[in-house]
């Protein structure tokens, strides 16, 4: 093998090695960012699942809630403005 395809072959070889190692560096940022991605989903969906679940109660509250009930009941023989039947 001449001296000259020797150098262009090692050249070749450098350049590809060069390019693995910006390659593993990319690929450890976008890691770090899908790491960082996840955390975050992982925060919003406890978040969620927090007002989904004060949603219900309130839901059920109101399911559950009768009209009168929280007023108290007018005596007998009166009316709810307060005058006599």
Do not use: C, H, W
């Not at 109660?57 to 009930?69: D, R, T």
């Amino acid at each position: 093998m001449e001296v000259s395809a020797f150098n262009r072959l090692e050249q070749k070889i450098e350049e590809l090695l060069s390019r693995l190692v910006d390659l593993k560096e990319e690929n450890a940022d976008l890691r770090r960012a899908l790491a960082e991605r996840d955390q975050r989903l992982q925060e919003l969906e406890a978040e969620r699942s927090q007002v989904r679940s004060r949603i219900e109660q309130l839901v059920q509250k109101i399911e559950n809630y009768q009209p009168g009930e929280a007023a108290e009941p007018s005596p007998p023989g009166e009316t709810e403005q307060g005058g006599a039947l």
